[in-house]
């Protein structure tokens, strides 16, 4: 099922003539997050070459980093993960060094690798958040073909909360989570 298919349904439930398509999507896209920081889905993770910028990668797109690998000429190296900033400065106190790198740190949503490659790829293993849905009939990602009968169930839910009915909203959202 696809994005339009799933909001047209959940629409069918609500049966109201005020629902509002972006508005859903929202709500739809807002559960697909909140079920993947529950869930670990395989097909979500990846091996992706990610640009960087002074050592830093934006990892925005990341759930959750597994192995950071640096190439050149061929050869790749798996890098070490420090586990904190303190550790970090005490190996590096110049975080604008640049060299072979050895380490990445972990900052946030960002990745910082050090000492700062001049050239070469890195390639980050991980599981990383799949792209907002949009309200298009080509729109899918593997929860919309897997369980879209939960996005149906759960986007209806939460659009009854918006209207403050509290009941409905209880009642599909625990048809929902059966789903999952």
């Known amino acids: 099922m696809n994005t339009s298919e ?10 109201r003539t005020d629902v509002d398509r972006s508005l859903m ?3 739809i896209n807002s559960i697909i997050r909140g079920i993947l920081r529950d869930k670990s889905i395989h097909k979500f993770y990846d091996h992706k070459i990610m640009a960087h910028t002074n050592g830093v990668i934006d990892g925005a797109s990341l759930k959750s980093v597994i192995d950071v690998f640096y190439t050149l ?9 420090i586990p904190d900033y303190k550790t970090a400065v005490s190996l590096y106190s110049d975080f604008t060094a640049t060299g072979t790198p050895v380490y990445y740190l972990e900052e946030g949503t960002e990745i910082r690798i050090l000492p700062v490659p001049t ?10 958040w799949p792209d907002d849905l949009t309200d298009s009939a080509s ?5 919309t073909v897997e369980i879209p009968e939960a996005l149906v169930y759960l986007g209806a839910s939460e659009y009854f909360d918006y209207f403050d009915e509290t009941t409905k909203g209880n009642y599909w959202r625990q048809k929902g989570m059966t789903v999952l």
């Open 6 to 15: 799933i909001i047209d349904k959940a629409k069918q439930i609500i049966a």
């Open 25 to 27: 999507l929202f709500f």
């Open 73 to 81: 000429d061929d050869e790749t190296s798996k890098l070490l993960k």
């Open 119 to 128: 050239d070469g790829t890195l390639t980050v293993a991980g599981e990383f």
């Open 139 to 143: 729109s899918s990602n593997v929860l």
